[in-house]
């Protein structure tokens, strides 16, 4: 090769490097400046044009799984961002640069000259076809720095994906940390434990923010009022829903309001504040220790079990529909049973029934009214441990429960 010719070899590959070296700055000060992923896109485009010639090239990610055009430029091309990748380039397994025209792709992709498969420990990350490139810029040297340039955006982009996502977990955790307080602190200190009554409750949530709910509120020297509750779905929307059923019905209590207004303002204002077709299943009961009279309101939920000494069986299921479906409740029954010394009364939400085993048998209310008749006479805290440890042998996930768990028990002496 003559001198001249061979400086003006050396002199077309120095204006390469130099371009190939603006490029690579271009780049990095925009992922060093923390711009956005849609900007990082477009300094792609504009680097490739500007800075290397680069006249039509067609970019596409795979995001999750799915292929996408991220960047579609040049004079005369389709809207690629409405054209999946053929099948022809994503069964490529030589993952080497190639003609565009021996894949055969078909008229619309006939502008489009190489195609550059952009790897990452062996898998493709996207693919460049690029056309129309300035002849200085057409050998195999060129098209492995547009894979290494791609290879750098597409590194900065997928970090700020998983420092997104970082943020948005850690964000979830704290909300879920602040729920779970909110639902500790829905739940009563301290039960009633007395000469006359004695109350233990248990809770085992199936998720980190459950949806059901009991309570325990003295009204006066002689009366309580006892709530179990099961909100429709889980999670924060949820445990924000309880949390307003709790105020408001505290609200009521403090104003000595009726049962029946109690419960048919929470129906009132469930149906005010829940979204997304939520609702919330209750039994309400208020005892009153001298007259041993309980006044009781079953708002769609699970029957209570109420066990006699003389083992007879009583279900409290008289009272309402579940509360937030309607803004009225289109029937209220109060209801009034004098409890004999002796008697148990167990309420629950429908996690502690709906237990499988191997056969597909239910545990169900049988279980359950078995279960106290064997029972009954244990402490209140020992018959939760051994009913919860009884579904657990029985259930065929063992201690993975399908729902929450909530058991309110009263023994009345």
Not at 258 to 282: D, G, P, Q, R
Not at 306 to 326: F, R
Request: charged content about 25%; hydrophobic content about 45%; overall charge negative.
């Amino acid at each position: 090769m003559p001198e001249s010719a061979r400086l003006i070899s050396l002199e077309k590959r120095f204006f390469l490097k130099e371009r190939e070296l603006n490029a690579l700055l271009e780049i990095t000060q925009s992922i060093n400046q923390d711009s956005p992923e849609g900007a990082l896109y477009k300094i792609f485009q504009f680097t490739l044009l500007g800075q290397l010639n680069v006249r039509r090239l067609v970019l596409y990610v795979q995001e999750e799984g799915e292929w996408q055009c991220m960047l579609s430029f040049g004079a005369g091309l389709p809207d690629f961002k409405k054209l999946p990748v053929p099948a022809l380039v994503r069964e490529q397994t030589q993952l080497q640069p190639c003609a565009v025209a021996d894949l055969q792709l078909g008229p619309e992709w006939q502008l489009l000259e190489t195609l550059i498969p952009v790897l990452q420990n062996g898998e493709v990350l996207a693919y460049i076809l690029i056309g129309n490139v300035h002849e200085d810029y057409a050998d195999g040297e060129a098209t492995k720095f547009l894979e290494t340039l791609s290879n750098i955006l597409l590194g900065a982009i997928e970090n700020r994906r998983l420092a997104r996502q970082r943020v948005a977990a850690a964000a979830m955790r704290k909300e879920i940390e602040i729920a779970q307080e909110v639902q500790t602190m829905l739940f009563p200190r301290k039960l009633p434990n007395d000469a006359q009554v004695a109350v233990h409750a248990s809770y085992v949530p199936h998720t980190a923010i459950g949806g059901d709910y009991y309570d325990v509120v003295v009204i006066d020297e002689e009366r309580f009022l006892f709530c179990v509750a099961d909100v429709s779905g889980k999670g924060v929307p949820a445990s924000l829903l309880m949390s307003n059923f709790q105020a408001g019905l505290r609200t009521l209590l403090r104003q000595g309001v009726e049962l029946a207004t109690v419960v048919a303002e929470l129906n009132n204002l469930i149906y005010c504040n829940a979204v997304s077709e939520k609702f919330i299943t209750a039994f309400f009961g208020i005892y009153n220790r001298t007259t041993r009279e309980l006044q009781y309101v079953n708002a769609g939920h699970n029957s209570p079990i109420l066990l006699q000494d003389d083992d007879t069986v009583e279900y409290l299921a008289d009272g309402a529909t579940m509360l937030g479906i309607m803004d009225e409740l289109p029937f209220l029954k109060v209801s009034r049973i004098t409890i004999r010394p002796k008697a148990l009364l167990l309420t629950y939400t429908d996690g502690l029934t709906e237990v499988f085993n191997k056969a597909g048998d239910e545990y169900g209310e049988e279980g359950v009214l078995d279960f106290l008749r064997r029972s009954r006479y244990l402490p209140l805290r020992t018959l939760h441990t051994e009913v919860l440890d009884e579904i657990r042998n029985f259930n065929v996930k063992g201690n993975q429960f399908a729902d929450d768990i909530t058991i309110l028990s009263c023994r009345f002496k």
